[in-house]
């Protein structure tokens, strides 16, 4: 079976540009998760979907972040404008209702904006 | 809110040595979770806890849910050079809320 699947895997970028990350969740995980890792504040969780609504966006950092989960199978984040505190590794998570916790990560996107 | 302390922050072994690392909290979590990240890649699930004293083995890696519910353990016995990278605690308070994630332990085997 597939896993969670991200792109790009890294992406550079000048900023003030705007930047969109993307996931594929493991087919029939109805729960989706933002995550993004820094050597400073380690993993903190940005944003989760259930069945495609977003339920709890607490940990969006600014209203430069975006995100969206159109339908099942694809979430994009968005940053516009960027900028060079947004680098980071940014992972996407997917897990089932009955094991909400029970999360599986992608490899991640690692973001560097100059 | 929540904290984890994850100690210690980095480990130094020698292939074939034991490696014991722990995860306290200020307050109380209902389920502990151990991952691993490798380099270049996301945390995967080690282990996961859910009672208070429970003890779970996975292969070579065994975990505690400690009594008072704020802290957690984890041991690796014989380790090998694979076992080479970060290690995670998580907590959750309730079933459906967010993971709290500690600090990390880097591991680093030599051969």
């Known amino acids: 079976d597939a896993g969670v699947i991200q792109s790009p895997r890294h992406e550079v970028t000048e900023m003030g540009q705007e930047v969109t990350l993307r996931c594929k969740p493991i087919s029939g995980h109805d729960y989706l998760f933002w995550y993004r890792q820094t050597m400073m504040r380690g993993l903190e969780l940005l944003i989760y979907f259930n069945n495609n609504v977003p339920i709890d966006d607490s940990g969006m950092p600014e209203d430069r972040f975006s995100a969206k989960m159109p339908n099942a199978s694809f979430s994009t984040l968005k940053i516009q404008p960027s900028e060079p505190r947004d680098s980071a590794v940014y992972f996407c998570?997917?897990?089932?209702?009955?094991?909400?916790?029970?999360?599986?990560f992608g490899a991640g996107t690692r973001l560097s904006v100059l | 809110g929540q904290q984890l302390n994850q100690s210690p922050q980095s480990m130094f072994i020698q292939e074939g040595e034991d490696v014991s690392m722990n995860c306290t909290s200020s307050?109380?979590?209902?389920?502990w979770l151990w991952y691993k990240q490798e380099p270049g890649e996301g945390p995967v699930l080690l282990i996961a806890?859910?009672?208070?004293?429970e003890l779970t083995s996975n292969g070579r890696l065994t975990a505690q849910f400690g009594i008072t519910r704020k802290d957690s353990f984890l041991n690796i016995s014989a380790s090998i050079p694979s076992d080479v990278g970060i290690y995670f605690c998580a907590g959750q308070l309730t079933s459906g809320s967010r993971l709290t994630f500690g600090e990390g332990t880097q591991l680093t085997v030599n051969p």
């Open positions: 307050s109380i979590f209902n389920t």
């Open positions: 998570a997917s897990s089932l209702g009955t094991g909400f916790h029970i999360q599986y």
């Open positions: 806890l859910y009672k208070a004293g």
